[in-house]
């Protein structure tokens, strides 16, 4: 059955009806609009996080490479170990940069104010606390080698141990080293500059490791050194 002329527009005009408008086409079409704007942003964060992953794991690696190359190992005796001339030589290498030069720039930044280089007051002067600690260290070794060789005899097994002491601290001093900056003061009498070691220091808390000590701490009478326990 064939449809007349009259149907057609009968049909258009249901279709075009007053229940029709065209702000209802306009605003399905920003819906669409903005619901792939929102796709776009959701796969340019997924984009960002993925790169921002990437970049972190890249880092990682790279600084696990970095370390994995910089630990080296060694055991048995030193080269610090004893009163030898390779000993005494070692230690007098050790020392050599105790004392250093820096800017103003970086002076400012020492917890008291250190002396200016006289010949040149560009710069000013200043020790790394660690080659402080070093020096004390080297002095007590001093003192065990020249008793040993002018007032007396400790015993080659003390003597042995008093070393092995020392080359522990010197271990712990090195593998730990402060770095607070000790300030340099002049003092009219003899007319000299001479280093201050009352720094800044950053610290562990003490009283924390001594509170774990005493919490952990053996009973002597339930340890017997004389007696082997397989």
């Not at 075009?16 to 702000?23: F, H, I, P």
């Not at 942003?41 to 790279?62: E, K, M, P, V």
């Not at 190992?73 to 005494?88: I, L, R, V």
Request: hydrophobic letters at 30%; one cysteine or more.
């Amino acid at each position: 059955m064939s449809r007349s002329s009259s149907d057609d527009q009968e049909s258009g005009d249901r279709l075009l009806s007053k229940d029709y408008s065209g702000y209802e086409e306009e605003k399905w079409v920003e819906d669409y609009k903005q619901a792939a704007r929102g796709k776009d942003d959701r796969w340019r964060r997924i984009a960002i996080y993925a790169s921002l992953a990437g970049n972190a794991l890249l880092a990682a690696l790279c600084l696990w490479l970095w370390t994995s190359q910089k630990i080296t190992y060694g055991s048995g005796k030193t080269e610090y170990y004893g009163a030898s001339p390779d000993a005494e030589k070692a230690w007098t290498q050790l020392m050599d940069p105790y004392i250093v030069q820096i800017t103003g720039k970086e002076a400012e930044g020492i917890s008291r104010p250190t002396s200016k280089i006289s010949k040149d007051p560009d710069y000013y002067i200043t020790s790394l606390d660690v080659y402080h600690q070093l020096h004390c260290l080297n002095d007590i070794r001093k003192m065990v080698r020249d008793y040993n060789t002018t007032e007396g005899v400790l015993g080659r097994l003390q003597t042995m141990h008093k070393f092995h002491c020392i080359d522990s601290l010197r271990q712990s001093l090195m593998c730990n080293a402060d770095l607070s900056l000790i300030h340099w003061y002049w003092a009219d009498h003899p007319g000299k500059h001479f280093p201050n070691a009352t720094t800044t220091h950053i610290c562990r808390k003490w009283s924390k490791i001594e509170e774990w000590a005493v919490s952990h701490r053996l009973d002597e009478e339930m340890y017997d050194p004389r007696k082997f326990i397989d």
